[in-house]
């Protein structure tokens, strides 16, 4: 018999897995005296921000999500 809260937890890290795929995590540059770093190619479009702000949205979700898979198989195991 298949265990459920593993199954899930499986479910739940691929979401996760395909989340980070698609907003990998950003590198922060600072310079000496501790200022960010900021590289500008142009102007910021209305495009370019919505994606900024799913990509920053999107991130911590799929770390979430992983976190929360790793405890729902950790917690499968444990019962069996």
Known sequence: MAH??????????VAGTFL???FPPAVVQYTQ???RVVEWVGTPTA???HR???AM?????GVSLLTLGFLLQLLDLLRT
């Open 4 to 13: 459920p809260l593993g199954m899930l937890g499986l479910i739940v890290n």
């Open 20 to 22: 980070l795929l698609r």
């Open 33 to 35: 005296d501790g200022r």
């Open 47 to 49: 495009e370019g921000k």
């Open 52 to 54: 900024a702000l799913l």
């Open 57 to 61: 949205r999107g991130y911590p979700l």
